[in-house]
């Protein structure tokens, strides 16, 4: 937008300045820049940067084209109703489907209940003892790329509990050795060593700890 800028006022005086008019109500602004009289063509852009800082601190709406510049109240009318519009449209925005939920895991096909039981059927020890070492629910579920919940549901309904007793078996067994260790070493230091106490009360809580274990796991 380039302000026309003409010579204003009595003659003689050399004033110069633009005349802008509102495009909407037909308000008319004069910008005197009598400020600049005589100064170089070079200056033209800072004429027209001076009419623009003028006419916008002062709420006029600078258009690109001359019939597109709106007077203070206009622009203001403007705005607000612009921001009507914007709450209006907060408002009314479309409610956006929320996340995806969680995969929903897909109705358990034959094929994927066929290939989740043999799998089990080869991990799974038995009832007693679950699942065979280094086997759970989940690593049967990863393996097989299917949901944990579908490889539980089988497991629990045709196989038995997920509990791998035959590795809880087999860590009783290292801590009973361990502790039978314990005190045959206590004995040969006997009353020489009093932290040994401490370790051997231990001892027992563990002890005690594993026959309700073993109990649990019958
Ligand atoms: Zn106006």
Redesign the pocket.
Known sequence: MTFAIKSMGPPGRHMRGTIVT?G????VRTVQINHFKGQQRDNDDLEQQFIRNKLEKDGWLIGKKAEQH??P??YSAIRSAQKRKNEENVVNLPIKPGPTKPEQPREMSRDDRRIIFEKLNEVYVDEKTGYGPGWTDAKVASDLGVPRAWVKGLRDEMFGPEGSNEEIRATICDAQILLNDIRVVANAVQGSIEPLKTILDKAERIEKRIAQIQQELR
């Open positions: 509102c909407h109500c037909g308000v709106r007077c109240g206009c």
